[in-house]
């Protein structure tokens, strides 16, 4: 299993003296952030792709990873999320290939949608699309970097004939895809579809749907032969900040929530506590509170926590890094192994990943021999010939 | 001609504890089940206030978020095969607390129920409010209104003839809520003597009923079944556009 730290790149006057960092200042600070998760022993650091302020996070996340790969050597670097909406997916295939190969395959991504209706129009996209622009685009980028002289037509770019993307991946083995929703059936269908990981920010919505969210993916996984449910690839978000006393963490958070972006202004911290995974209080109460995950969403394979936004100061940040890797990481890892079932897979890594194309492994899109989809196409398309004998 | 019980649920903003607006409430509610009594049909009622959703309702519409008590609100009008929306009328529209129940709960919630609007103001001039933003609003997410809706302004409470034509209008609009859920939910009995045209038409055209009625699931699924491995969309599907 996994553990790391996303962010938005949100750049937030601190609500608490109104200072507020620059963008330049705001972008060095993400870099040391990532370094620090690094220093202090996380295994992944992912950024979210921003073409908005007030938000800093890259537009083209590859530029940021790249830089901080150059600057690490274990960090494994990912988006939360790429957006494959309103990117073209020629360059996501070419750009994050790229830094996959300065990074020696630290690279994976986590593609989202975004719910921020201007910035399609900006990019020529509709928001009302935003399904089937998902669903085509990263059908197309799956198949960039998987086939080489490739043609294309679709509904959303501009056809290709003969197009192989350089460079090609590391190994010829893709970056990790997961496929990221809050609520989106399809989404998880998606990722059950291709054998990729489902990832849900598990920040917005109770957990209850959260967990049906999961469960939705990881059955749908094993219709689609990959495995078995509980070998589905997981991945859950959440949000803490910690001190060393309880009270302390509350006191010193409030303001922060209370006016931070997204849901700032609206319900209390109390509220949101009790009914989203927000965890406010003492490393011991995050480790309790993240080891309950696995009672709904069975044994996963990465975590990410959000500690960097809603304008806190850049030391206090670098001291969540610290309990992070302090106190709360090395227990999460040994608690989360116990009892772990030994068929439930690791995070996939690029060797692991290299291994399992030698080896024949990769999962087939749709479901191969012996899977239950595989059975059910075979079944329908017998029964569209019977009824076209008939009809003859 | 099966008898079932049809459940009315008041979705009513009550802004005080005593309020006209609870008042008008809590007496349609017995109308509609002294309509239920003298057609056959037993009629449970239940009222959400949304004074008590007040702030779940902001934070959903700031956050996206949905607190454990609107959803149970939002599941209760799932439930009921009748609803009675009763709001203050504040300058010429419903207040905007009521509206927004309505602006957040998910599309197609009121597929194949019977709707009934009332509202209460403080002058008469107030009485096209319910008429004019919340019908087309209600019939947005498809609910079925009815065609009587009730106004109570203060005249309605303190004069006599104002009293009689209130509960005049309360009854007119308690049985046609009755009579169309009646319908709606094959319910023969529910029609009574008042709707014996309308459910002679009913039964003429037997399917107009089906159209409207949830057999025909096109209500929104719940969050249930949208995430029922069994029901959703296969991928290749999605592929092919």
């Known amino acids: 299993m996994e553990f790391g730290i996303f962010t938005i790149g949100d750049v937030t006057t601190d609500p608490t003296d109104g200072t507020s960092v620059s963008e330049h200042q705001r972008i060095k600070n993400t870099v040391e952030i990532a370094k620090k998760a690094e220093e202090v022993g996380l295994d992944v650091f992912a950024t979210g792709q921003h073409h908005n302020p007030p938000f800093v996070a890259p537009a083209n996340p590859p530029v940021l990873l790249a830089n901080i790969a150059a600057q690490t ?13 309103t990117t073209d997916p020629v360059r996501i295939a070419e750009d994050y ?12 991504l986590i593609m989202g949608r975004g719910n921020t209706g201007p910035v399609y129009p900006w990019f020529g996209k509709d ?25 294309w037509e679709g509904k959303f770019r501009t056809p290709l004939n003969g197009f192989t993307v350089t460079p090609t991946p590391l190994d010829e083995v893709p970056p990790f895809v997961w496929h990221g929703s809050i609520r989106s059936p399809e989404i998880a269908e998606q990722a059950a579809y291709y054998g990729d990981g489902f990832f849900h920010n598990n920040i917005f919505w109770p957990t209850s749907h959260t967990a049906r969210m999961v469960q939705l993916y990881r059955q749908r996984y094993e219709y689609y032969g990959h495995g078995t449910a ?38 209390s911290l109390e ?26 969403a069975g044994d996963y394979q990465r975590q990410l926590f959000l500690v960097d936004h809603a304008g806190l100061p850049q030391k206090t940040v670098l001291e969540q890094l610290d309990l992070l890797g302090e106190e709360v990481i090395p227990v999460l890892r040994e608690e989360f192994a116990k009892n772990r079932p030994a068929e439930v897979p690791d995070a996939p ?44 | 001609m099966s008898t079932r019980t049809i459940t009315v649920l008041a979705v009513t903003t009550s802004l005080s504890e005593d309020s006209s607006t609870l008042k008008l409430s809590d007496r349609i509610l017995a109308e509609a089940v002294s309509v239920g009594e003298s057609t056959g049909v037993t009629v449970r009622t239940e009222t959400i206030n949304i004074r008590s959703l007040a702030s779940a309702l902001t934070d959903m519409a700031l956050t996206g978020f949905r607190s454990e008590a609107l959803e149970e609100a939002y599941s209760r009008v799932a439930a009921a095969d009748a609803i009675v929306t009763v709001t203050p009328v504040y300058k010429v529209a419903p207040v905007g607390l009521h509206t927004l129940f309505w602006q957040l709960i998910d599309e197609k919630s009121l597929v194949g129920k019977a709707v009934l609007i009332a509202s209460t103001g403080g002058t008469p001039r107030h009485s096209q409010a319910g008429e004019t933003a919340l019908r087309p609003m209600l019939s947005y997410l498809k609910g079925i209104v009815v065609p009587t809706t009730v106004f109570a302004a203060t005249d309605d409470w303190g004069s006599i003839e104002g009293g009689r034509s209130l509960t005049a209008r309360i009854r007119q609009a308690g049985e046609e809520l009755i009579g169309l859920a009646g319908d709606l939910s094959g319910i023969a009995g529910a029609s009574g003597p008042a709707r014996a045209d309308a459910a002679a038409r009913a039964d003429a055209t037997a399917t107009s009923t089906g159209e409207f009625g949830r057999a025909t699931g096109r209500r929104a699924p719940s969050i249930d079944e949208e995430f029922d491995p069994e029901r959703i969309t296969p991928f290749a599907q999605l592929l092919e556009g």
Do not use: C
Not at chain 1, 248 to 266: L, S
Not at chain 1, 360 to 371: L, N, Q, V, Y
């Open chain 1, 127 to 151: 928001i009302r699309s935003g399904i089937p622009l998902a669903v085509e685009n990263y059908n197309l980028l799956y198949r960039l970097w998987r086939e080489k002289n490739l043609d």
């Open chain 1, 230 to 267: 509980s070998q589905a690839i997981v991945g859950l978000g959440g949000q803490v900040f910690m001190r060393k006393n309880s009270q302390d963490a509350v006191k010193e958070f409030r303001p922060y929530f209370d006016n931070a972006p997204v849901y700032g202004h609206g319900p």
């Open chain 1, 271 to 296: 509220d949101f506590s009790t009914q989203t995974p927000l965890t406010v209080g003492s490393p011991q109460q995050v480790i309790e509170r993240t080891l309950g995950f696995r009672d709904w």
């Open chain 1, 97 to 108: 290939s790229y830094a996959q190969h300065l990074s020696e395959g630290r690279i994976s």
């Open chain 1, 349 to 392: 890594t690029h060797e692991s990943l290299v291994l399992r194309h030698r080896e024949g492994r990769d999962p087939i899109p749709g479901g191969g021999e012996g899977s239950r989809a595989f059975a059910d196409r075979q079944a329908r398309a017998a029964e569209a010939q019977e009824t076209g004998a008939e009809r003859a």
């Open chain 1, 73 to 85: 050597e274990k960090l494994r670097l990912s988006t939360a999320t790429t957006l494959i909406t």
